[in-house]
């Protein structure tokens, strides 16, 4: 089962198991004195000593703590050869000793290894958790989204590491106190009255750190995956419409089941169609003589085909025309598609013309 606490706290600050208070602390000032970094620049295994140290110290300085850690050593299950003869390293001895065992006993580790964030392997046995739901946005086209369709996306899955169980330890190595926050998980800021506690920043409020970072994830107990999947965009689908896809999130704990992927649809603007609900808007040019004389134009629908409009004569500019049943389908509904018309005038007309137009304005009565 541990880990860090198989460390000899006693021998670590070199006193003997009924050393008093002002001992413990002479020994510890002694010793971090001459391991502390400053002192010992560029030495890890000072470094390493220096947190071993204070590790111990933040222990057997506190009265509660050391009769808790007295207590396991008592029970036998923090006897550095025992909990080496069991099992694999930073496995040991979890098959024969567990925490609820020990009842209240296991409370010092139980605040000091794990803060209840994160697994640390052996000191909780948690049940299967399923895992985490997963949400992504997709962009579509409008196309894909009025017909529905095959696409491919890759989704970023972040999952809890394989290798180290989400620990961020190395296998094989364990967690050992945090020296920042004593272990406690919390550190304290302000004065008196008013200090306030916050999750210490060192360990993320674990109260541990592992001894060897996990090489699969470095440490941080997770990694981002790209999960490629084809999926298939039902029709009719709207930005803001959700598909959850179950099983094809974050992959479950302990043999839980993994949780859904909920793709949110973002459907990409088209420079033609635009959508309103399940009808579809559209605006085409026509020209002076279509507009005054009538005509019959072809227009573009959203299903690819064309619909040919009678445009009457003496249309105006800004008149819409309804195409029936040429909107969106979904739940049995269907849209039509809206066109409408803006009249264009010639920019530029050759003398021929603009005398016609001057004839025609003496015809009608126009004044020009
Ligand atoms: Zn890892
Ligand atoms: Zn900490």
Known sequence: MSITTSKDFYRILGVSEDAGKDEIRKAYRKLAKRHHPDANAGNPEAAERFKEIGEAYSVLSNDEKRQQYDQMRKYGGFDPRASRAQGRPGQAGSEAFSFDDLGGLGDIFSSIFDRGRRRTEGFERRGPRRGQDVK??????????VKGGKISIEVPITEECTTCSGSGARPGSGLRSCVECGGSGTVSFG????AVNRPCPACMGRGAVPEALCTSCGGGGQLQQ????????????DTGSKLRLTGQGARGESGGSPGD?????????????????????????????????????KVRTVHGSHAVLTIPPGTQS??????AGQGVTKDGRTGNQYVEVKVETPESMPEEGREKIREFAEVTGMRY
């Open 136 to 145: 992504f946005a997709v962009e579509i086209s409008l196309k894909t989204a």
């Open 191 to 194: 004065q008196g009255g008013f």
């Open 226 to 237: 790209k999960r490629k999947l084809q999926v298939t965009v039902p029709a009719g689908v």
């Open 261 to 297: 992927l909920i793709l949110t649809f973002q459907v990409k603007p088209h420079s033609f169609f635009r959508r309103k609900g399940l009808d579809i808007h559209v605006t085409i040019p026509i020209n002076v003589a279509q507009a005054i004389l009538g005509s019959k134009v």
């Open 318 to 323: 800004g008149t819409r025309f309804r195409i």
